[in-house]
């Protein structure tokens, strides 16, 4: 913290603590696909050291173990569960995550924007964002790596040394098995600084920078190419890109909303908005003002990775590689971290630096306190939701059934409108005994290491219509059974309400259930309903 005044120095140390706060204080903390990597972090950990449920867990999951990106966030909770259990360990995971993320984004701006400054607090406002909400853990960790990707490739250009050449390619490694998506950005940012470095006046002459650029992108292109190649056959087995390019243009609003910054609750928003406001107007100031007078600066990959993310973000679909990429939600959040490095560098400390910065912090502060009060809701649902395991008999077969993603607090009220953050939560049920859980979509995904034995897939045999995860959802029990020729012994259901009657396939359902289960636990709030089959 040396780069900084002390005033800035204490309102980042409380930053800092604010961030773990959120983490720490509930018993649970909640996000949409969260549990569900820690379940399947807890099935790999558990074949890892043979346990007595290997072979249950067999008969429903294979392992596969191919060099494909989304897999680091499984492999780092596999090997924590080796010291602490459940929730404990996806805890300690998020404070790695935060503490990566704040000290790699820290370094890279201290690096940009000189001895002294309080524009490091604008840190905060992006460790949180709507996809680490989702649960999007390789999301989310891939943007805390591109700061120590970038920052490391900026360490090899000012002192080309192999110990710096090495750490850019650890980073690298990391980054890529994390998430294609943050790879591809930080793989571009690189490019953009190593000729933005020699242009800047680095080299004397127009051969010496020459020489320069194809020296270090020599380097630059054979650190990257092992991974270049596994992109190349990861996204060839996808059945390759699948782009059709669109301008968005309302994407735009959004993102001087920086509606993805909102992450539990639509409270979030006017803070967000706040936030949004500040950064195009210090941005504004710092682009007219400082930039346009401005000759070549070395650090202008920076601002070339900005207009390169802009394009990406504005024109990019929803969904390519044959699948819901959510590709705003996603590059939303590293494009506003683009404008603060770019912004960092371009305009000079002063009174707009920093009286941005310190408004930047205080809606953090007041994002903190919106979310910590949904989150501590989230965490009481949470354990209701999961009491129903202590009925439940290790190597047993469940089927959650959710009817409010959203969750409803002790009252009946929503708890998170803006986020499914219940999504998969009953999977946490899987990481205090052995059960196979059938609402496991990251097993069915194909880029995960755990995955589903198609003879047992219940997103193949199992879901109708809507599926596992509609609301209500539709699924057969018997068209399972006689599919696979197994059972499943409980069902798990999740603030249902007889309305949902009304719908004709899950009256089906609601019938196969009252026939063939019965009632043997409910929570004491009644959200929570577990039906044993009849035996």
Known sequence: MAHIPRAANLLFLIGLALCLLQIWLPTYYVTGDGPSHLYNAQILHDLWIYSKSRDFYLHYYHIVYRPDPNWLSTLILALLLFVVKGAVAEKIFLAIYVALFVRGFY?????????????????????????LAKGFYNSSLGIAFYFWVVWSWLRFLEKRSVMNALLFFVFAAFIYFTHL???????FTCAALLISVALAGGQAEVNGRMKFIARCGGILALLLAPFLVLMVLFTQGEGGLQLSLKCHFYRLVELAQFKYLANVTTKEFFFTTVAGVVVLLVSFVAFVKYRFKAGVNKYDGLLVSLLFAMVIYISFPEAFMGRLILMTMRVQPLV????????????????????GALALFACFVSLTAVRMNCMAAASRAAVDYVSAESSIKPNSVVLPLDF???GTDEHGKVIADWNFLFAHAAQYMGTTKPMVI?????????YFPVRWNEAVNPYDHLSKGEGIEGVPPYVSIADYKRATGG?????LMWCYDPSFLSNEHFRA?????????????????????????NR
């Open 107 to 131: 370094l890279l701006l201290a690096k940009v924007t000189g001895p002294t400054s309080y524009w490091v607090l604008a840190i905060f406002l992006f460790v949180f964002p709507y996809e």
């Open 181 to 187: 998506l943050a790879f591809g950005f930080a793989a």
């Open 336 to 355: 506003g971290a683009l404008i603060i490095c770019c912004v960092a560098y371009l305009l000079p400390e002063g009174k707009i630096k920093n009286i």
């Open 404 to 406: 409010s993603p959203s």
């Open 438 to 446: 059938l609402d496991n979509y990251e097993a069915n995904m194909g």
């Open 487 to 491: 059972t499943v012994d409980y069902i």
């Open 509 to 533: 359902l609601y019938a196969e259930i009252t026939a063939g289960y019965h009632v043997v636990y409910t929570s004491a709030s009644g959200r929570s309903v577990l039906w044993e089959v």
